[in-house]
């Protein structure tokens, strides 16, 4: 049973439009979520972290968490060809265990 | 030098040879984490430390075995390792132990990773 679950894609959007990246978990006791950037050959890279539900911006990214539906989304606005990469969904449900994270959703950029 | 850094970059090794990961981390973390990554799976986390104490070990093969001498370095030492082993292993530090309790604290930050080849 998957514990993140991340549609692999890939999702092709064109410049300028918003991207929408979506996650679900399963856990209901999880408390920290995260959206990991991670262009082909490299490491993830923080986008952003969100912790209570709502709403979280940073510059062209959204976070969005809704814990009663278990999801949680990341929104990139305006977006460029640069955009394109993996981006991971990492999941925390406390404690000792570990961060979960899905098996990425692939974003294509198209100029 | 700044943030996770891993040494080396790539490593292509036989099955017989013993190898060993380095892990450094410039940011005064707490805590620090070995991952692999495959193709097309999640990644796995296969060892965890806090303040150079174990605290995770997920079922990972003897053939690899973690090192934490100090809070800012971390090894994995590989030895018979199988062509199966071959992925991508990061190394992740944070503030503070992943689920610990004290959220904004337990990002990770990953270092840029060690391709491992094994023939």
């Known amino acids: 049973q998957k514990e993140v679950e991340q549609n692999s894609g890939p999702l092709s959007v064109p410049e300028g439009a918003i991207a929408s990246l979506n996650c679900t978990y399963s856990d209901r006791v999880s408390q920290s979520f995260f959206w990991y950037r991670q262009y082909s050959g490299k490491s993830p890279e923080l986008i952003m972290s969100i912790y209570s539900n709502g709403d979280k911006e940073d510059g062209r990214f959204t976070a969005q968490l809704n814990k009663a539906s278990q999801y949680v989304s990341l929104l990139i606005r305006d977006s460029q060809p640069s955009d394109s990469a993996t981006y991971l969904c990492?999941?925390?449900?406390?404690?000792?265990?570990?961060?979960?994270f899905g098996t990425g959703t692939k974003l294509q950029v198209i100029p | 030098e700044t943030g996770v850094t891993q040494t080396p970059r790539h490593l292509v090794m036989g099955m017989t040879n013993k190898k060993s990961l380095k892990c450094e981390q410039h940011?005064?973390?707490?805590?620090m984490y070995w991952y692999k990554q495959s193709a097309k799976k999640p990644l796995e986390l296969m060892f965890v430390y806090s303040l150079e104490e174990r605290v995770e070990n997920n079922s990972v093969p003897s053939r690899f075995s973690p090192e934490c001498p100090n809070s800012s370095h971390l090894f994995l030492h590989l030895h018979t390792l199988q062509p199966e082993d071959s992925a991508l292993y990061l190394c992740a530090s944070s503030q503070d132990l992943v689920g610990s309790g004290r959220t904004s604290t337990d990002t990770q930050y990953f270092g840029p990773g060690t391709r491992l080849t094994v023939l």
């Open positions: 990492a999941v925390n449900s406390g404690g000792y265990q570990k961060v979960t």
């Open positions: 940011l005064g973390h707490n805590a």
